[in-house]
């Protein structure tokens, strides 16, 4: 049996960049828990773009010198179609007393709705795929349009489009076309998004990505921002732990040579237990296509990624990964 949605108001405040400091938003937006899977609705998701693949794009963008633009669409939502028959129930400022049972048919998608993400996420892919550009395999939200000497890429995170091109005049036209479909907001060359801030220099190629608003955000939010800040992220004394517990963690020093030989050399018989599939790296070192060599523990760069630091080795490696504090 078909479901009656409910509606209601849900107000917010939300910054804004402009002169005004802040904003006052309302939507009317439907009680989509109510629906009924096969009936009210079918399929709901809806990819967003990888953040892997946006920092691919930034390097990208770095490396070749890239116009780097950010639009929003506005109220994205409500520029979908809908397949289903969806009736929702008015809000009480807008109900006929005459007509208590009174319902609204759906001709838009409503935020609320479980299908909503879905509904505007198909009709963006059909704009651009109408605008001749490719999905990418690798990451659908991102399309891409590349000719002899131009390159133009989309890349959509929900209702935040960034467009990465090396022509102005095909940014400009791709930013035309999309304000010709929906309503869009430009917001310049970007400067914020999806949480990050982004800072260029074009001379030197550098992009800088941090997260210092939403770093704040956290701590706001958990009450911690007169708290103390650590030098380091992980807490030594639980390695110190370790190894008072277990004197046999200090008695192994020479397991990465070990390795080392293991890619040069079979060892024993004993080390036939070894999957073949695991042996690829002796391969290449035979064919002299790969030199594998003992690194130090104190040049060991990945130790960062892997277990907890002294303060001045932390700040080394840090310097190494060429990342800087941005709080």
């Not at 982004?198 to 001379?203: M, P, S, T, V």
């Not at 690829?280 to 760069?301: C, G, P, Q």
Request: one cysteine or more; glycine letters at 4%.
């Amino acid at each position: 049996m078909r479901t009656n949605g409910r509606t209601k108001w849900v107000f917010k405040t939300k910054p804004c960049t402009t002169e005004e400091s802040v904003k006052f938003k309302a939507r009317l937006v439907v009680t989509g828990c109510a629906q009924t899977e096969g009936i009210d609705y079918q399929e709901t998701y809806s990819p967003v773009v990888k953040y892997t693949s946006l920092r691919y794009l930034f390097s990208l963008a770095a490396k070749k010198n890239l116009e780097i633009d950010h639009m929003d669409v506005k109220t994205a939502y409500l520029q979908s179609t809908l397949d289903e028959e969806i009736y929702v129930k008015p809000p009480k400022e807008f109900r006929d007393p005459k007509k208590p049972s009174q319902v609204w048919r759906l001709q838009k998608s409503m935020y609320g709705l479980k299908q909503s993400g879905r509904c505007w996420n198909q009709r963006l892919h059909n704009v651009l795929c109408k605008f001749k550009m490719t999905q990418a395999q690798a990451d659908p939200c991102i399309y891409y349009c590349k000719g002899h000497d131009e390159i133009l890429i989309v890349a959509v995170y929900v209702d935040d489009l960034l467009i990465f091109s090396n022509k102005r005049i095909s940014m400009d036209n791709i930013k035309r076309k999309l304000e010709q479909e929906f309503d869009m907001k430009d917001l310049g060359e970007v400067k914020s998004c999806l949480g990050m801030n982004i800072a260029r220099d074009r001379k030197q190629n550098k992009i800088w990505i941090d997260q210092a608003g939403y770093v704040e955000k956290i701590l706001e939010t958990f009450k911690m921002t007169d708290y103390k800040s650590l030098s380091t992220p992980m807490n030594l004394d639980l390695k110190d732990l370790i190894t008072r517990t277990d004197e046999l963690t200090a008695k192994v020093p020479y397991q990465e040579a070990v390795a080392v030989q293991l890619t040069k050399n079979k060892i024993s018989n004993k080390s036939e237990h070894i999957d073949i599939r695991h042996h690829f790296i002796s391969e290449h070192v035979s064919n002299s296509e790969v030199r594998v060599e003992y690194l130090a523990t104190e040049a060991m760069l990945a130790d960062q990624l892997t277990k907890p630091l002294p303060k001045a080795k932390h700040e080394l490696i840090v310097k190494e990964y060429g990342l800087s504090n941005s709080l």
